[in-house]
């Protein structure tokens, strides 16, 4: 049977709510949480439902206990008989690994997907156009949320603390409820259209969800632009010019929030086409957020209209709080604080409420999270840094003695300049996964001499708790040594579905540990 397609207007939340998708043909490519959360979504609203991936289901995190005993199809394990199932489908969602045009997508799914993309009706065109849809989980989430604030965030690092740093602000404030989600691993599809009016959604945008978005966020966020994602996109300009995109999704009315401290960043701040806040470490600029004396200060940072307008309050002479007060180790997470007051200050958050959230905020999972102390060893789950700057960052945020745990795949970045990094900040290290090799010649070149071997998450806890206990040294806040995950390699060398998964090994590890010293 072939599609009658869909028109956009029937996308919309009031639409699916009278019954616009019920008894049409939905293909949802991808099982892993995105997919999952999107197949929930539009069974529930009448659909017939298909879920198409290319892996076996026994491999994709959740997808059978998803899927099993529902009536939901699911189609895993073939790339062969995509062709069959776009040909019936009224409307395609695809998650951000299934984007035209990466190196995610295997070949024969991009053969057929751009056959059906060629007929698809453009989701900027004209009202009331019929015909079949191709849309990403993000996209459609952006127009199920219709009014609601949207802050969307990006950055090569960073990102989700800033996220979350936002919404743990934003909670403290009375003035309505805030909803966080996208490339955290929360995906929005499910919950978009019945979320209050009020509420202030913060969304993590990727490089991979930011090519598929059409519609706007009312504040767009930009931690940092480096290097990172090579392999999927080849240069350091073709990575850069797709989180450049997000500047292009800010409403006309909404602001943009920059970090100047960045210079890829500090350059959006001359577009000139919105409102923009600039942040930084030293003096703000007029109308930006930086520090002074210690303090975090605001310089005249103006409310959205929709709180009101005007300028910001803050305290005498614009401070927010001490610098000091931050519970979250490293200089970078300061710059991550300092993104979040931004957003606070033109959402009219109060400097209390502020400061009350920040220095309560002690960090998320897999962000240098500190997982437990066991006899004096300081666990910390650092799983996302999959970036050099990343790396970088991190162990510059904890003294020697330090057991570095590092490997997975490569992204295909430079990592000599890391190397030299580690192996000053660095006692010892372990290496694992396809990168092993190379991260044990680089940083033995650099001048590490204690380097050894693991072949699992959980084999690197054995011999780093190890060698952290073996050169482990007595301090004052009864911290021997740090045992830091670190891997600066993608983990899809170890895991089907990477996000949290690696981290979430390693917190399972050091936790049967510290369960087997009671």
Request: hydrophobic share 45%; aromatic share 4%; glycine share 12%.
């Amino acid at each position: 049977m072939s599609s009658t397609g869909l028109t956009l207007e029937e996308l919309e939340a009031p639409a699916i709510a009278a019954g616009s998708l019920r008894g049409r043909n939905v293909l949802i490519l991808g099982g892993g949480r995105t997919g999952q959360a999107t197949a929930a979504f539009v069974a529930a609203a009448g659909a017939n439902v298909t879920v198409h991936d290319t892996d076996s289901i026994d491999r994709v995190v959740g997808a059978a206990e998803a899927f099993g005993g529902s009536a939901i199809r699911t189609s895993f394990g073939d790339a062969e008989n995509l062709a069959p199932l776009l040909a019936a489908a009224d409307l395609v969602v695809h998650s951000p690994a299934v984007t035209l045009g990466f190196p995610t997508v295997r070949p024969a799914i991009e053969r057929d997907l751009r056959d059906f993309a060629a007929r698809t009706i453009a989701l900027t065109g004209e009202r009331g156009t019929r015909g079949p849809v191709l849309i990403s989980e993000p996209e459609w989430a952006l127009r199920l949320l219709g009014g609601r604030w949207r802050v969307g965030v990006t950055g090569t690092k960073g990102k989700s603390t800033t996220c979350n740093l936002i919404a743990t602000i934003l909670a403290r404030d009375p003035s309505g409820p805030v909803e966080l989600g996208g490339n955290n691993g929360k995906p929005l599809i499910g919950r978009a259209a019945t979320l209050p009016a009020e509420t202030r959604v913060v969304m993590e945008l990727s490089e991979l969800q930011l090519p598929s978005l059409h519609s706007a966020v009312d504040v767009g966020v930009f931690t940092n632009v480096t290097v990172d994602h090579l392999d999927r996109h080849g240069t350091v300009g073709a990575y850069r010019s797709v989180k450049r995109l997000l500047a292009d999704r800010i409403a006309d009315d909404g602001v943009m929030v920059v970090n100047l401290d960045d210079p890829v960043v500090a350059a959006y701040a001359g577009i000139g086409r919105v409102e923009t806040v600039g942040y930084r470490l030293s003096s703000p600029i007029p109308g930006g957020v930086g520090i002074v004396d210690g303090w975090i200060v605001a310089a005249g940072v103006l409310r959205a209209p929709r709180f009101g307008g005007g300028a910001a309050a803050t305290g005498p002479s614009g401070r927010i709080m001490p610098v000091g007060e931050i519970a979250l180790p490293g200089e970078h997470s300061v710059s991550n604080v300092l993104a979040a007051v931004s957003v606070a200050l033109v959402a009219g958050v109060a400097p209390d409420a502020i400061r009350s959230a920040v220095s309560s905020f002690t960090g998320i999972p897999h962000r240098l999270e500190t997982v437990a102390v066991i006899g004096g060893i300081r666990y910390v789950n650092d799983s996302q840094a999959t970036q050099p700057d990343a790396v970088a960052a991190a162990v510059r945020s904890f003294p020697k003695p330090l057991v570095l745990i590092a490997g997975g795949r490569s992204k295909g970045l430079d990592l000599v300049d890391l190397a030299p990094i580690v192996a000053e900040r660095c006692s010892a290290a372990v290496v694992m996964g396809e990168l092993a090799d190379e991260l044990e010649a680089l940083f033995r070149t650099a001048g590490l001499t204690r380097i050894e071997r693991a072949t699992s998450v959980e084999s690197a806890v054995e011999v780093g708790t190890s060698v952290a206990q073996e050169i482990g040294a007595a301090s004052s806040d009864g911290i021997r040594a740090t045992l830091l995950l670190s891997p600066i390699g993608s983990s899809f060398d170890m895991y089907n579905n990477p996000f949290g998964a690696r981290g979430e090994a390693f917190r399972a590890a050091v936790l049967a540990r510290a369960e087997a010293q009671r």
